[in-house]
Nanobody, 121 residues
Framework: QVQLVETGGGLVQPGGSLRLSCAAS????????MGWYRQAPGKQRELVAAVTSGGSTNYADSVKDRFTISRDNAKNTVSLQMSSLKPEDTAVYYC???????????????WGQGTQVTVSS
């Protein structure tokens, strides 16, 4: 069974920094991409940042130049370094993985349980 475990959420003041980490475990043949989504109260879940197995990254415009995503392919982990945080970054952040569990299998999507990030003074 595949599991994604997130760590690192919490409360931070505006302008502060936080680092989120996510570790994937289970029987995984290959990971296509890993990333972070977030969902604020009353809003739809949105992509924050993603990174492919080849290292290509994609960021939401609202976090460019403030957030940095990184991935360790050997450890099946992905991290999100968040700096210059704003109150509008407050949300539940979800780790996402697109992976193949078998060599002949399809690519499926997996989600972590979510971690709360609150930016407030």
């Amino acid at each position: 069974q595949v599991q994604l475990v997130e760590t690192g959420g919490g409360l931070v003041q505006p302008g502060g920094s936080l680092r989120l980490s996510c570790a994937a475990s289970g029987s995984i043949f290959s990971i296509n991409a890993m990333g972070w989504y977030r969902q604020a109260p009353g809003k739809q879940r949105e992509l924050v940042a993603a990174v492919t197995s080849g290292g290509s990254t994609n960021y939401a415009d609202s976090v460019k130049d403030r957030f940095t995503i990184s991935r360790d392919n050997a450890k099946n982990t992905v991290s999100l370094q968040m700096s210059s945080l704003k109150p509008e970054d407050t949300a539940v952040y979800y780790c996402n993985m697109r992976a193949r569990l078998r060599a002949w299998g399809r690519i499926d999507e997996y989600w972590g349980q979510g971690t709360q990030v609150t930016v407030s003074s």
